[in-house]
């Protein structure tokens, strides 16, 4: 008989309610072109640009705390590119509608966007939320024109009803970097794990990256 080899990665690790290294694509459903997951290169590439379409990918969680949860991932932001004045959102976190809504339809919603242009102070990591509004909507800037070419460690977590905060650091353990503790009480329902863009038009801006080594807990604000 043949020995059974065990991807540890296929099931989720002691407190983790999901996690993966992006080996398998099993659960993932896009929309659009422009994020997608490279399972030879163990990581979700994502391009974020204003091409009128809802380039997107979502992950469905099934269930998900009202109060607490935690959120991991390394974040690689490969090349970005500042060709005009127009604003460029590409949007990450938890949603209460799935990967084939864009970011325009009202929805409950936690995480954060990177907004790049070529205006003075327009490299930003910001935090967003939105409850029945678009994701984007209400934005706090975290730190001071954070964003840059590199490698990120994102931890976005609930941990009260009322309560999230979301930490961008370049530390792998997570530790340090800078964070924005925001108001999201009456939030609910944020099943799906979903990345995308802005659909709109109108600029040439664009930002490339990766994502890989994702973790997710559910009922806990502690990372898994």
């Given amino acids: 008989m043949s020995p059974t ?3 540890p990665y296929r099931y989720a690790a002691a407190g983790c309610t999901y996690e993966t290294d992006f080996s398998s694509s099993d659960g993932w459903t896009t929309a659009g072109s422009n994020f ?6 163990n ?3 994502w391009l974020g640009s204003r091409n009128g379409n809802n380039d997107a990918i979502g992950y469905d969680l099934t269930s998900v705390s009202d109060t607490e949860w935690n959120l991991r991932f390394k974040f690689v932001i490969n090349t970005i590119t500042n060709a005009d004045g127009g604003g460029l959102i590409t949007c990450f976190g938890l949603r209460s509608a799935n990967q084939t809504n864009n970011v325009n339809v009202d929805q409950d919603s936690i995480g954060f966007f990177t907004f790049n242009s070529s205006g003075a102070g327009e490299d930003d990591f910001r935090s967003c939320y939105g409850d029945n509004a678009r994701v984007y909507g209400n934005a706090s800037e975290i730190g001071t ?11 976005i977590k609930r941990t009260a009803e009322d309560e999230a905060v979301v930490t961008v650091t370049d530390q792998s353990d997570y530790s340090g970097g800078t964070s924005n503790t925001i108001d999201v009480s009456g939030i609910a329902g944020l099943r799906y794990i979903v990345f995308s863009n802005q659909q709109s038009t109108g600029s040439s801006n ?3 990256g990766t994502i890989q080594d994702l973790k997710f807990a559910n009922g806990t604000s502690e990372a898994c």
Avoid at 36 to 41: S, V
Avoid at 145 to 155: F, S
């Fill in 43 to 45: 990581e979700l590439d």
């Fill in 145 to 155: 024109d954070l964003l840059a070419t590199g490698t990120w460690y994102i931890e």
């Fill in 206 to 208: 664009q930002i490339i």
């Fill in 36 to 41: 997608t997951i490279d399972t030879g290169n």
């Fill in 5 to 7: 080899i065990f991807n």
